[in-house]
């Protein structure tokens, strides 16, 4: 007798994984739904995930690995995580979910769209099946958001400041992002500050390169003029786009270096 294949859908937090769940929840009604918390993410989240399960009638699990982030952070010899050393991708996100799944054979549904340059899968178990809908259906980003505000769910609220989602210290985030951390959850960027400073041997680490979050925080003034501006331009040249899309254009041309996908889509 053949093993059931499973269905598993990861959700972030974010834009493209909640529109892929909307999109499926009724095409695959045993579609197994999880989210990997770290423990460090915004309140704003949870508080979107608690409304996508009212809209859709669905469960979510909840991963989480076996320690937190403290724990892996001593692990690694209090080296904070970086575009170079994405431990915290590996031990929070893709370990859980794949100890989720265990060797059971499994299609995981991945919301890449069809605009988007890349085919990335965060898992190379060979009972796990990647499958990519919104590719396979050419739906684009304005398709997204179609779905999203169609199904009374809408954007995540952290879009207002910020694109992506993932822990409130992500080493992803761009200046702007992190000013307006510091804006809307000062107790949560005084954390970011003391993973920075607090090292025993005198080491200090920073979460954006070449500059620690005080002084980047000193520029704030500096950081919000530039992001003015880049937004009346923005708004210039796109009158009709969401504004949720013109902060991801402007937040893009500071740095368009794409985030993991366990953490962003």
Known sequence: MSQKVRH????SGGKDSSALAVLLHKEIP????????????????????????AR????IHYLSANRGFDHWLNLHGGMLPSPQMRWCTIMMKIKPFEQFVGEDPAVSYIGIRADENRDGYISTKP???PVYPFKERGLVKADIIRILEESGIGMPDHYRWRSRSGCFF????????WVMLAQEHPDLFEQAIAYEENHSDGRTYTWTQGETLRELLARKDEIIAKHEKAMQRETKAAPNRPLAESLEAVL??????LPCLACHL
């Open 170 to 177: 992500c080493f992803f985030q761009r200046k702007y992002e």
């Open 8 to 11: 598993v859908l990861g959700l």
């Open 252 to 257: 893009e041309e500071e740095d368009a270096e």
């Open 127 to 129: 009972n796990i099946t």
């Open 30 to 53: 045993d579609m197994e739904y999880f989210f990997c918390d770290t423990h460090k993410e915004l309140q704003e989240t949870y508080d979107y995930l608690d409304r996508i399960k």
């Open 56 to 59: 859709l009638g669905i469960k």
